[in-house]
């Protein structure tokens, strides 16, 4: 960027005064570089295009904390990421809730309490009238008349929401797929930017189910809320799914002003769903307030180029641009 954001970097530039700053940066970059690639879990000899492009990721990281970096870096460093990146060992035979409140505690340093899942996993069998796509009903009337439980943001984590039975989108789709796998129902999860729903998904029917209203829903509904076709719908597998529960702790430290905390929970994520946009669209907030500003840039400019029409990342960028005078990047949005 230019006008005080990002200047350009000359050849000359590049081979004298980066050489020695890139010396002085090189374990910062590290640990970037380390938290970028690490985005796959993959054999050394798989190298695919998604690999290549974590890879110039990297390098641009690398370059712009060499070369470019923030006048105003917060005095707080990013302190052992290339240590705290890798995830722990994550029991997967838990039920899918449980999992997530494993990763909540684990990253809030409490002990695990799942009292308050156990108890709605277990009224709800008498509830289950049977294992057709009418059970998402039957869950519905069960989670919101018996359980008391009302569509409202509380807070990102699992844990949080089941405490004062108030629960978006996220945590109310967790619950549901958490019913159906103690049935062994063909539930699955459907993430878009901003958006998660469910799915009944078997040979012969693939019908959209919206949590959040306890209704089925055609694709034209979503085309028109989400401004997404139908191949911009993402189904998650199982490991996929994780990622959702480091976004949402990432999310939780983000409002707590513990910004290093997020950011660590957001390369776990990675881990789990390397070109997730919503992950990146979450690290360029996260570093717009650690005011490094540069790296924003890089993470939501990656978060169009995962998914071009996401708006909400569009609204980042004009907002940063703005604030930092960056008038011709504006008109390039």
Same mark, same amino acid.
């Given at each position: 960027?230019?006008?005080?954001?990002?200047?350009?970097?000359?050849?000359?530039?590049?081979?004298?005064?980066?050489?020695?700053?890139?010396?002085?940066?090189?374990?910062?970059?590290?640990?970037?570089?380390?938290?970028?690639?690490?985005?796959?879990?993959?054999?050394?000899?798989?190298?695919?295009?998604?690999?290549?492009?974590?890879?110039?990721?990297?390098?641009?990281?690398?370059?712009?904390?060499?070369?470019?970096?923030?006048?105003?870096?917060?005095?707080?460093?990013?302190?052992?990421?290339?240590?705290?990146?890798?995830?722990?060992?994550?029991?997967?035979?838990?039920?899918?809730?449980?999992?997530?409140?494993?990763?909540?505690?684990?990253?809030?340093?409490?002990?695990?309490?799942?009292?308050?899942?156990?108890?709605?996993?277990?009224?709800?069998?008498?509830?289950?009238?049977?294992?057709?796509?009418?059970?998402?009903?039957?869950?519905?009337?069960?989670?919101?008349?018996?359980?008391?439980?009302?569509?409202?943001? %509380?807070?990102?984590?699992?844990?949080?929401?089941?405490? %004062?039975?108030?629960?978006?989108?996220?945590?109310?789709?967790?619950?549901?797929?958490?019913?159906?796998?103690?049935?062994?129902?063909?539930?699955?999860?459907?993430?878009?930017?901003?958006?998660?729903?469910?799915?009944?998904?078997?040979?012969?029917?693939?019908?959209?189910?919206?949590?959040?209203?306890?209704?089925?829903?055609?694709?034209?509904?979503?085309?028109?809320?989400?401004?997404?076709?139908?191949?911009?719908?993402?189904?998650?597998?199982?490991?996929?799914?994780?990622?959702?529960?480091?976004?949402?702790?990432?999310?939780?430290?983000?409002?707590?002003?513990?910004?290093?905390?997020?950011?660590?929970?957001?390369?776990?994520?990675?881990?789990?769903?390397?070109?997730?946009?919503?992950?990146?669209?979450?690290?360029?907030?996260?570093?717009?307030?650690?005011?490094?500003?540069?790296?924003?840039?890089?993470?939501?400019?990656?978060?169009?180029?995962?998914?071009?029409?996401?708006?909400?990342?569009?609204?980042?960028?004009?907002?940063? %641009?703005?604030?930092?005078?960056?008038?011709?990047?504006?008109?390039?949005?």
């Amino acid at each position: 960027m230019k006008n005080e954001c990002f200047k350009n970097i000359s050849i000359c530039h590049l081979v004298v005064g980066g050489l020695f700053c890139m010396i002085a940066n090189i374990l910062e970059a590290k640990k970037i570089l380390t938290s970028v690639v690490s985005l796959n879990n993959r054999s050394s000899k798989s190298f695919s295009l998604t690999h290549c492009r974590h890879l110039v990721l990297a390098f641009i990281f690398l370059l712009t904390l060499a070369c470019n970096k923030p006048k105003n870096k917060p005095s707080e460093i990013n302190h052992n990421l290339d240590e705290n990146t890798v995830s722990a060992n994550i029991d997967t035979s838990l039920n899918i809730g449980k999992l997530f409140l494993n990763i909540e505690f684990n990253a809030l340093n409490q002990p695990v309490n799942y009292a308050k899942l156990d108890t709605i996993l277990a009224h709800c069998t008498k509830n289950i009238q049977d294992k057709s796509s009418k059970s998402l009903i039957d869950m519905h009337q069960f989670l919101f008349e018996k359980q008391g439980i009302k569509c409202q943001t %509380y807070s990102p984590l699992l844990s949080e929401s089941l405490k %004062y039975g108030l629960l978006d989108c996220d945590n109310l789709s967790l619950l549901y797929l958490s019913i159906a796998e103690k049935y062994k129902l063909p539930l699955k999860a459907i993430v878009l930017p901003q958006h998660l729903f469910v799915v009944w998904e078997t040979e012969t029917d693939t019908l959209y189910y919206e949590t959040t209203e306890g209704a089925f829903k055609n694709e034209s509904y979503f085309k028109k809320r989400f401004f997404v076709q139908l191949d911009g719908f993402k189904v998650l597998k199982n490991n996929e799914l994780l990622a959702v529960a480091y976004l949402n702790v990432a999310q939780y430290f983000q409002l707590k002003g513990k910004l290093n905390e997020a950011q660590l929970n957001i390369y776990k994520g990675m881990e789990h769903f390397p070109n997730w946009e919503n992950l990146y669209a979450t690290l360029g907030q996260i570093l717009v307030e650690k005011n490094e500003f540069n790296l924003a840039e890089i993470a939501f400019k990656y978060a169009l180029e995962l998914n071009p029409n996401y708006n909400l990342v569009k609204e980042e960028l004009k907002k940063m %641009y703005v604030f930092l005078g960056c008038y011709e990047e504006l008109q390039t949005l």
